[in-house]
């Protein structure tokens, strides 16, 4: 692990995998830096910094893509066999690059139910869901590649463009209760702005393999979504009993609820340094109406 990244120039070119909403805002966040930033897309487009890859597919990008990477981001969840997908497609191909660093966003999902408790890196994975085991063995991959690899592990992320607000205004909103639940969130921008504190510092920082990324204050989604509504002005609806609004959840969004941890970002923000930029809900949300207003 010794080769692991030097502070980020222009030099520096990054590959994203999944150009989704993290990737995406992480790339724009590189590119600010005068890095190349280059993301994946399972559909042809005309974008010149997007190249083209499905692992279910067998889209492979053209060797020309890898030409002078130095970093590479996978937010890519695992595919339905739960392999990784990156690695699956590309390992051999990876591991011929003189990479100075790989990120691989995961989720903190592999803790499973801490019953309300605050959970950390050292903490062993205990994942209850079947998407969080293939997460870990994805994870897993990862660190038996031998490649310079970090792993993010995140809680619900959201963002401008991805946020109870959206969710208010589209009338896709359920005001669910259910006593002692809380949820831990991040903010988009802590995810691309901690990544890139830990690259350009790494050279003074400890090197840490696992690493939660997640603001200070999990709460109740309530808490979240009345804040929402008092942002935009409107009537919170009558709140829903979990026990009452289950049957009407997909098995997925039923899944979320059986789960109930609090994500320390201790390791992160007071062994490593990091500030965030969102520490709370309140002070994310207000971000995220600047876009929708
Ligand atoms: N959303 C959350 O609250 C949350 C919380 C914790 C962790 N995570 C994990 O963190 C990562 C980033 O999250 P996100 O919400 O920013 O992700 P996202 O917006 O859903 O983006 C995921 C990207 O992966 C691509 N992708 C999926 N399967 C693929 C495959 N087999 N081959 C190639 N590309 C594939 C998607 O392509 P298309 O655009 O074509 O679909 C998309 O660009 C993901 O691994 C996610 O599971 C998410």
Known sequence: MNNFASPLTIKNKFLVFGGGFSGSYFAK???????????????KNNDPNSFIFD????????DSIFTGVTHILSCIPPDKSGKDPVLKSLKNKIKNLSLQWVGYLSTTGVY???????????????????????????EKEWINSNLPVQIFRLPGI??????????????????IHKDQQVFSRVHVADIANAIIYLIQNKNKLDFHQIINIADDEPCSQIEVIKYGY???GLNMPKKILFEDARKDLS??????????????????????GYKLLYKNYQLGLENCL???T
Do not use: D
Request: hydrophobic share 30%; aromatic share 6%.
């Open 29 to 43: 966040s590189v590119r600010k830096l005068g890095c190349i930033a280059l993301t994946s897309s399972r559909s």
């Open 112 to 138: 499973g139910n801490t019953y309300g408790n605050w959970v950390s890196e050292q903490n062993k994975p205990n994942p209850l869901q079947e998407r969080s085991q293939k997460r870990l063995n994805c």
């Open 158 to 175: 959201y963002g401008p463009g991805r946020s109870t607000l959206e969710a208010i205004k589209t009338k896709k909103i359920k005001v």
């Open 230 to 232: 008092q942002l935009l």
């Open 290 to 292: 600047i876009k929708i």
């Open 55 to 62: 692992s279910e597919n067998s889209l492979i990008p053209a």
């Open 251 to 272: 098995p997925i969004a039923q899944s979320f609820w059986l789960e109930n941890r609090r994500v320390s970002n201790k390791l992160l923000c007071q062994k490593l």
